[in-house]
Nanobody, 124 residues
Framework: QVQLVESGGGLVQAGGSLRLSCAAS????????MGWFRQAPGKERDFVAV????????YYGDSVKGRFTISRDNAKNTVYLQMNSLKAEDTAVYYC?????????????????WGQGTQVTVSS
């Protein structure tokens, strides 16, 4: 079992920045890839970013490439999402998720554990 707790969400003006954190417990953190997803009201849960077990590979959704950066600190059992140049359309609940599979995935259906989410609101 893995427990994930997100933090760092909030209200920010367009063009601003936020850094989300996701603290993990319950299993060896370095044994799973970590992803960030987001869901706006009335919309599907969308892929944002994923990082491999050792941090060597990262992938991003097209809408956040060049603006968001995912990173992890395996010593602190934490994954981060640095969000810069935020836009109103980035407004959503952001979830971190853990994937125990070897292959890194961008599909939310493949993830095994989820956090409760943190709200990000970008005002225009």
């Amino acid at each position: 079992q893995v427990q994930l707790v997100e933090s760092g969400g909030g209200l920010v003006q367009a063009g601003g920045s936020l850094r989300l954190s996701c603290a993990a417990s319950g299993r060896t953190f370095s044994s799973y890839a970590m992803g960030w997803f987001r869901q706006a009201p009335g919309k599907e849960r969308d892929f944002v970013a994923v990082i491999s077990r050792n941090g060597g590979r990262t992938y991003y959704g097209d809408s956040v490439k060049g603006r968001f950066t995912i990173s992890r600190d395996n010593a602190k059992n934490t994954v981060y999402l640095q969000m810069n140049s935020l836009k109103a359309e980035d407004t959503a609940v952001y979830y971190c998720a853990a994937d125990l599979a070897v292959i890194v995935s961008t599909s939310h259906a493949n993830y095994d554990y989820w956090g409760q989410g943190t709200q990000v609101t970008v005002s225009s």
